[in-house]
């Protein structure tokens, strides 16, 4: 059984479209998070959600918005896709945030790639 | 603020040689570290972790200490294989920031 994951893997798009990706967690974990990876593999956080609500938000364009229907879902919606958009979207799970030794569980990624 | 500093790759080495990859941290409490490792067209799973001062993680022939003096936990490995190619990441997680901080990432080619 998967534990975190994500759809589509791949997504190619024109500029200026809207997509969303999403991701789903069967660990029971309470927190969520939404990561860019670039083509250096840095990677950055961009949102994170406990228990469906928004505690975490990077300095992020707000042409994102994640939406958290309940706690085992976040899903991003992208708005006006730019070139620099594409890169890898990472989507995690954890425990309770607040913990300090909480290990942070990854999806397989969905690469965004803006024509 | 919390921050992870690695050692820039990419890392190049033969089958069976000695791994190094250094990783210091910064952090305003006292924080777990861990390092995760990322296969080629994977998502990132964790290696290993340490919990508080002088724990030692180890998995799979890797190692780390967690070493509050020198803020460092550099991870090691006596003989790599091609297998562990990929891209290594040190992380920590902070009770107050309540978020974990990311390094760079340092890619590994280990070659036959």
């Known amino acids: 059984d998967t534990a975190v994951s994500q759809t589509p893997k791949y997504l190619v798009t024109q500029m200026g479209n809207d997509k969303s990706i999403k991701c789903e967690q069967n660990l029971g974990h309470d927190t969520m998070y939404w990561y860019k990876q670039d083509s250096k593999k840095f990677l950055k956080i961009m949102f994170s959600y406990n228990n469906k609500e928004l505690i975490i938000n990077e300095t992020v364009p707000n042409r994102f918005s994640p939406k958290s229907p309940d706690k085992a879902h976040l899903n991003l919606h992208i708005n006006s896709l730019e070139l620099g958009d594409s890169a890898v979207y990472f989507c995690a799970s954890s425990p309770l945030a607040g913990l300090a030794n909480v290990t942070q569980y990854f999806g397989p990624g969905t690469r965004l790639l803006v024509l | 603020g919390d921050s992870v500093t690695q050692m820039e790759g990419p890392v190049t080495l033969s089958e069976e040689a000695f791994l190094t990859i250094n990783c210091t941290y910064t952090?305003?409490?006292?924080?777990?570290l861990f390092w995760y490792v990322q296969y080629p067209g994977e998502g990132l799973q964790l290696l290993l972790k340490a919990t508080k001062a002088d724990d030692k993680g180890s998995n799979k022939g890797f190692e780390a200490t967690y070493r509050k003096e020198t803020t460092s936990f550099h991870l090691e490995k006596g003989s790599v294989q091609v297998s562990d190619s990929a891209v290594y990441f040190c992380?920590?997680?902070?009770?107050?920031?309540?978020?974990?901080?990311f390094g760079d990432g340092t890619t590994l080619t280990v070659k036959p």
């Open positions: 992380a920590l997680s902070d009770r107050n920031a309540g978020k974990s901080t």
């Open positions: 952090a305003t409490g006292y924080p777990s």
